[in-house]
Nanobody, 116 residues
Framework: QVQLVESGGGLVQAGGSLTLSCAAS????????MGWYRQGPGKQRELVAS???????QYAYSVKGRFTISRDNAENTLYLQMNSLKREDTAVYYC??????????WGQGTQVTVSS
């Protein structure tokens, strides 16, 4: 069973930065797609960013220009660099991985709280 373990969440002031990491128990090259989701208080889970096996990244409009997704295949780790954080970025962030076209594996989530 593949395990995805997120880390790097925490409390940060608005305008600050955080980098989330997601360590996978399987080689990242075995996944067609990897991504970061988030679920804020009282909100539905939303896709924040995704990256294909070929390195093509896509972002939600709300984070474009502020967040960067990347993958280190040698370290089997997915990253999410978050800059210029806003209060509305407060959420639990989840790592996800897909072998095909559906998300097969999920991490347990890491809390990001942005204070004003």
């Amino acid at each position: 069973q593949v395990q995805l373990v997120e880390s790097g969440g925490g409390l940060v002031q608005a305008g600050g930065s955080l980098t989330l990491s997601c360590a996978a128990s399987d080689s990242l090259t075995s996944f067609n797609l990897m991504g970061w989701y988030r679920q804020g208080p009282g909100k539905q889970r939303e896709l924040v960013a995704s990256i294909s096996s070929g390195g093509i990244a896509q972002y939600a409009y709300s984070v474009k220009g502020r967040f960067t997704i990347s993958r280190d295949n040698a370290e089997n780790t997915l990253y999410l660099q978050m800059n210029s954080l806003k209060r509305e970025d407060t959420a639990v962030y989840y790592c996800a991985a897909a072998r095909g076209n559906t998300w097969d594996y999920w991490g347990q989530g890491t809390q990001v709280t942005v204070s004003s």
